[in-house]
């Protein structure tokens, strides 16, 4: 593999990042990480002021990137 160019390397992470996607079911999720969706999906329930939205998070992260 160290003979492809990063273009071929960035095909082929791409082509297996969409096999291993295609049956989301196949990847393991620890129960420690379903907790934490569980809880902040409760703590959104509760109070759904407390959310990102995906444009805030981008904006926040390219501003503390600067």
């Known amino acids: 593999m160290g003979k492809l160019s990063p273009a071929e390397k960035l095909l082929l992470v791409s082509e297996l990042w969409d096999q291993v996607t295609s049956v989301p079911t196949d990847i393991p999720v ?16 509760r109070d759904p002021s407390t959310a990102t939205t995906w444009e805030e998070a981008k904006q926040r992260i390219r501003a503390s990137r600067e």
């Open 30 to 45: 620890s129960q420690t990480l379903l907790d934490e969706l569980d809880r902040r999906m409760e703590e959104f329930r």
